[in-house]
């Protein structure tokens, strides 16, 4: 997508987004729906010159050593810990049929975390945007990773505490979770892109996150969502687009760029899972195929760097570069060696060309982040007949105005702003 098509995106539904205009202490949970704020613009500082400030801001790992709290359905044998070695890094088993291209080890797991972090702030110090009831009973994090969003171990935003009678799931591929968890928090072993686990109407609350380059068949997974989703439920999926975009062209010059836009355009192509689900709207194409009619939007950039002159945004971008640097083999290894089979004397020119790059506060870019907010809506008739029941608190909750947000990349308008089309209900 060109920085030009960017620009043209239509306009999108939204219920609430970031600030980013304030210092106010994070929210222990988000309120219901209420009118967006816009996103504070992506302005270049007038100092570029500090590019080598990668320890700027500390970073505590969640990680643990172990996976003890972990249930294995009976179905998974001890083959899912036979994990693959790939020039010194490890990758999930083999006997799944998706094809995860990301290894699981230390290194790719507190990129994870850092990646949480980065992402919790893009919503205001917030874990999700669905209005979710204080007497939620069941949540489902599909693709848990290091279990982070889940537990939230230290933090005071930590969803298991903020809802104490919720049971929480995390499931994965492999057990790489931390050893200590809260007593209603516990993992699963499940491939999400196979035939979900659970029973049906299960879950008042779905979360999945940054699935991107795993899944061949999105329209079955959000259809085990909508199968697993109680009526009045929430399903809430965040996926990035990972191109590198700009809106001074900083970025068009930067041929390791194009390089990297390459290797998980025809990496995905190639595997047949693709990492672009913004384009073609497939994320919402998916949902909406699914059965979920009430869908709503919500666009961010995601700046890689802190060459923003905004401090909350400049920090955040710190910590999108920190999480690709730290990891950067992690993220490219597998597509270039064992997928397209690029030349092996040209990886080290690229890694250092990327490390410099996106370490260059000369060089503007965003990255685009999208989160599809969906409800099974209560008067729905699920796949089994029925006509759910939901809660007063919910449906006074759909009572709520929707608003919507402009979404256009422009230099002017960077960040969402209100718009005055309205959604068919």
């Excluded at 098509?5 to 987004?17: H, K, N, Y």
């Excluded at 910590?319 to 597509?335: A, C, I, M, P, Q």
């Excluded at 064992?338 to 506060?361: H, S, T």
Aim: glycine share 6%; with cysteine; hydrophobic share 35%.
């Amino acid at each position: 997508m060109t920085d030009q098509q960017l620009r043209d995106t239509p306009t999108a539904t939204a219920t609430s987004s970031p600030s980013f205009l304030t210092d106010s202490p994070p929210a222990a949970a988000p309120a219901a729906p209420s009118s967006p704020a816009p996103q504070a613009e992506l302005i270049p500082a007038e100092d570029p010159e500090d590019t080598s400030d990668i320890d700027r801001y500390e970073i505590d790992s969640a990680l643990g050593s172990d996976a003890a709290s972990f249930m294995y359905p009976d179905s998974v044998t001890a083959s899912i810990l036979e994990y693959r070695t790939i020039q010194g890094r490890t990758y999930h088993s083999d006997r799944y049929a998706s094809e995860y291209v990301m290894p699981n080890d230390e290194q790719q797991l507190q990129s994870v975390d850092i990646t949480h972090h980065y992402l919790t702030m893009l919503l205001d110090n917030n874990l999700f945007l669905a209005p979710i009831p204080p007497h939620v009973q069941r949540v489902l994090d599909v693709g848990t990773g290091s279990g982070i969003w889940a537990m939230q171990v230290s933090l005071p935003t930590d969803f298991a505490d903020a809802y104490p009678s919720a049971q929480v799931i995390g499931s994965d591929l492999s057990p790489t979770q931390p050893e200590w968890v809260p007593p209603n928090v516990h993992f699963e072993i499940a491939d999400a892109t196979l035939t979900w686990p659970w029973k049906d109407n299960y879950f008042d609350f779905i979360h999945i996150r940054y699935l991107f380059g795993s899944v061949q068949d999105w329209p079955a997974l959000f259809q085990e969502a909508y199968r697993c989703c109680a009526p009045g439920g929430w399903v809430q999926s965040c996926e990035a687009d990972i191109h590198f975009y700009s809106d001074d062209g900083t970025t068009d010059s930067e041929p390791a760029l194009q390089k990297w836009a390459d290797l998980y355009e025809k990496g995905g192509a190639e595997t047949g899972r693709t990492f672009f689900l913004q384009q073609e709207a497939l994320q919402e194409r998916s949902i909406t195929e699914a059965g979920f009619t009430d869908v709503r939007i919500f666009d961010y950039k995601l700046p890689v760097g802190g060459w923003t002159n905004n401090r909350k945004l400049s920090e955040l971008g710190e910590y999108v570069r920190l999480t690709l640097e730290n990891d950067l083999e992690g993220y490219t290894l597998y597509l270039w060696h064992n997928v397209l089979n690029w030349p092996r004397e040209e990886y080290p020119q690229f890694l250092a060309a990327m490390r410099k790059v996106i370490g260059n506060r000369r060089v503007h870019g965003y990255m685009m982040v999208r989160h599809a907010l969906e409800q099974d809506l209560c008067t729905s008739t699920r796949r089994d007949g029925s006509v759910g029941q939901c809660s007063l608190a919910i449906a006074q909750m759909l009572q709520l105005p929707q608003q919507h947000v402009n979404i256009t990349a422009s230099s002017s308008l960077p960040g969402q702003a209100p718009a005055s089309n309205e959604k068919e209900k």
